[in-house]
């Protein structure tokens, strides 16, 4: 038996929240006050309910659970079991001053719903809540402790009636107190068979107080025979004034018809009002309604795009200035090839100038040496250096004529230096791109403007075939006259709406009127209120309806008040009569009475003897369920503590010992002598063994543990989760809810990472 699904409405801190477990151990990991004990009381819940007691200072579990934001707690858990999957639907929601609980099972095989579940804990595990959360439910709150003592009692009747309601203890109880109940009642010293004695005795005295309860009975009823008069008379004069009041209240209906008159007539004379106008307004049979009223605004807004469209193409907005313009200086840079073909020009002879001044440098400085040394050493120099300064003079002619060239462009410019010229030939560029693009744009705008206009002239033609409509015709067809057109027209019409909205107004309010008039009249017939009117002959004012109705409550009261005395006279005189019992009767009663006296004294001889035999099948009971706990217990504790502690013993009350060797020496100790960590084992251990005990058709039951392995070492946590393993491998769960990995880590290390599901909350 395990959980397949957890599906939270609202429980606590969680909402929405679905969880898919499997057979086996599940490991749920998440971090502190994530909603993990929220979920594992969310468990509880759905198979044992929320109670509403507070415990140790401790709210109570519904006020801790129900959620403050939707005020209930709902969700499912679907359980697959040996015979079939079941889905357990649970909710608490306010109902008049407390919470309802509905709790519905379905099963899953065929959706049906299964009827007269009221506890499914029970109706599933078989055992009831106080044995579930001291067995399979480990809490975080309390660890694995628990006092046997508290539960059992019930684990004894469990296993001696199949049934934890049929107690033992009580039973033994009852029985006793039925023993004792028919010859010595508890506090009254009197047991039944005292009383019937008693009841004969006063049979004897209830004939002498026949005689005096006839004369009362006599007495009685005339004054019931007085009342019931009264009531007639009260009653006469009731139907009266109920005519009365009813022919005041046809007459008001009447008066309702009659304004409903009034009205139609009202309505007859707006419909014609507004028809009239209708009728004075319209055109060939055209009538300009709303819808017309539009198309004129529209066309009137299309006008005034369409004119604004113009004039924005009319308008100097856009030109650029020309700027700074010469004609010659725009000729002269066409002249010398553009701005590229200037700055090319002015390279060339400036490299020129350049070149031919180092060479005529180079030649004076040659003239010279060759000079001297012709005076002093070879004559024939002086003829080399004649020839060097010729060459010379005609570099120094060819560099003045490259430096008048470009002095020249100056001078055709304007201009002194290069920056000047270059400045001039950007400013007259500039000037001319301006000049072209200016063009450009009066080009644009005069050919947009010719579109513009003439979409306008199509628009007015437009707007003259809606005007038409209406029988409307204009002497020109410009825009102005169109305008002041369509804002005359549109007046008349914003006149002619206002009349017809006045009487639609009109229209509707007596419309409403009679349709109110006719829905609280609509069960009467006119006719048939007019001749019951004249067939009421009790005269009527409406004037003194008040005081009649008044009148007709206190007469309505007073029979009320009458009813009442006759009720109360006849329950006397029935209690009166129900004293007068004939002899026979007594004698019949006598005879019962006997009966059952001696009924009684069989009763208590069977009762003597079912407590004996119910008492010793409890002793025996005791006897052996203490030896198999013992050996369960000590099995998982052998296992969860590698060893070392094996022999447990477990009393009837389920108080635990254990034993050991020390030193060649046998001791035996109570449970809670032992570390926290290993005491939390052992009472683990008990749990398993209780709940191997609980599993009566084979099918183990979902252990829930909550925290609860916190003070272990790592090593006795590997056993604890072996255990785990190998008590969830029969198709039964174990749910680890942690907020620690360890668990998962070292349940991978014991059984691999497919032995266990994790899941992160």
């Not at 039925?178 to 010595?184: D, E, L, S, V």
């Not at 009002?273 to 529209?298: C, H, Q, V």
């Not at 020109?476 to 027209?489: A, F, G, H, M, P």
Request: glycine share 6%.
């Amino acid at each position: 038996m395990y959980i397949e699904n957890i599906k939270i409405g609202s429980f606590g801190k969680l909402s929405n929240r679905e969880i898919e477990l499997s057979s086996g151990v599940n490991v749920i990991e998440g971090n502190n006050e994530s909603g993990k004990t929220t979920l594992s009381e969310f468990i509880k819940f759905v198979f044992y309910g929320l109670s509403n007691k507070n415990s140790d200072g401790e709210m109570s579990e519904r006020k801790r659970h129900i959620s403050w934001k939707t005020n209930d707690v709902s969700g499912s858990i679907v359980i697959n079991t040996e015979k079939g999957r079941f889905r357990i639907e649970r909710s608490m929601v306010p109902h008049s001053a407390g919470y309802k609980d509905n709790i519905t099972v379905v099963d899953l095989s065929n959706n049906a719903v299964i009827t007269g579940v009221k506890n499914p804990g029970e109706y599933f595990f078989g055992i009831p809540e106080e044995v579930f959360t001291k067995t399979v439910y480990v809490r975080q709150a309390d660890g694995a402790y628990f006092n046997g003592e508290s539960i059992g009692q019930a684990v004894e009747n469990i296993f001696y009636s199949a049934d934890e309601s049929v107690n033992t203890d009580k039973a033994l109880k009852k029985l006793d107190e039925a023993r004792m109940g028919i010859k010595h009642k508890k506090n009254t010293g009197r047991g039944q068979l005292v009383q019937l004695e008693q009841e004969r005795d006063s049979l004897l005295s209830r004939l002498a107080e026949a005689r005096i309860a006839n004369e009362q009975i006599l007495q009685t009823e005339s004054s019931l025979r007085h009342s019931l008069q009264s009531i007639e008379k009260n009653k006469k004069d009731c139907e009266k004034m109920s005519r009365q009041l009813r022919k005041i209240e046809v007459f008001n209906l009447l008066k309702k018809f009659d304004e409903r008159k009034t009205y139609l007539q009202k309505y007859e004379k707006y419909t014609a009002g507004k028809a009239e106008i209708i009728e004075k307004t319209s055109y060939n049979g055209f009538f300009p309604e709303p819808n017309y009223r539009d198309e004129l605004k529209e066309a009137k807004t299309e006008l005034e795009y369409l004119k604004k469209d113009v004039e924005k193409f009319e308008s100097d907005n856009g030109f650029e200035p020309d700027g700074e313009y010469s004609v010659t200086v725009a000729e002269k840079i066409r002249e010398y090839g553009g701005r590229n073909g200037i700055k090319t020009l002015l390279a060339k002879l400036s490299s020129r100038k350049k070149n031919i001044g180092v060479c005529a440098g180079l030649l004076l400085g040659a003239s010279i040496a060759c000079g001297a040394l012709g005076l002093f050493i070879e004559k024939l120099l002086l003829l080399g250096a004649l020839v060097f300064a010729l060459a010379c003079i005609f570099c120094f002619v060819l560099s003045v004529a490259a430096k008048g060239r470009i002095t020249k462009i100056f001078e055709d410019f304007g201009v002194s230096t290069e920056e000047e010229l270059f400045a001039a030939v950007q400013r007259t560029e500039q000037a001319e791109s301006a000049r072209i693009r200016n063009r450009e744009l009066m080009k644009f705008k005069e050919q947009n403007k010719e579109n513009a206009l003439q979409k306008l002239s199509v628009y007015i033609q437009k707007v003259e075939d809606i005007l038409g409509k209406w029988g409307i015709t204009l002497d020109r067809e410009d825009y102005k006259t169109v305008i002041s057109c369509l804002c005359d027209t549109l007046s008349d019409l914003e006149e002619i709406g206002n009349a017809i909205k006045d009487y639609d107004e009109k229209i509707n309010t007596t419309q409403a009127v009679i349709s109110h008039i006719d829905s609280d009249m609509a069960v009467y017939n006119e006719q048939q209120l007019r001749d019951e009117y004249a067939s009421i002959e009790e005269d009527a004012d409406s004037e003194n309806a008040d005081d009649i109705r008044r009148k007709y409550d206190f007469t309505s009261k007073a029979i009320e008040s009458l009813r009442e005395k006759v009720s109360e006279l006849e329950k006397t005189l029935a209690a009166l009569k129900a004293r007068t019992d004939r002899p026979s009767e007594i004698e019949t009663r006598l005879n019962a009475v006997n009966e059952v006296i001696k009924d009684l004294t069989y009763k208590h001889d069977a009762y003597v003897l079912a407590y004996e035999k119910l008492q010793e099948a409890g002793v025996s009971l005791r006897g052996k369920l203490a030896p198999g706990l013992s050996k369960a217990s000590g099995r998982y504790m052998s296992g969860l503590t590698d060893g070392k502690y094996k022999d447990i013993g477990v009393s009837d009350s389920l108080s635990m010992t254990y034993s050991f060797e020390e030193n060649g020496t046998d001791y035996t100790k109570e449970i809670d002598n032992l570390s926290s960590g290993t005491r939390d084992i052992a009472y683990v251990s008990l749990r398993l063994a209780l709940a191997e005990l609980f599993c009566r058709s084979g099918e183990g039951l979902p252990v829930v543990f909550d925290e609860s392995f916190a003070r272990l070492d790592d090593g006795r946590l590997k056993n604890m989760l072996k255990i785990a393993l190998n008590y969830s491998e029969n198709g039964s769960q174990s749910i680890i809810l942690t907020s620690q990995t360890r668990e998962a880590v070292l349940m991978g290390d014991v059984g691999g990472n497919d032995s266990f599901r994790h899941i992160y909350m």
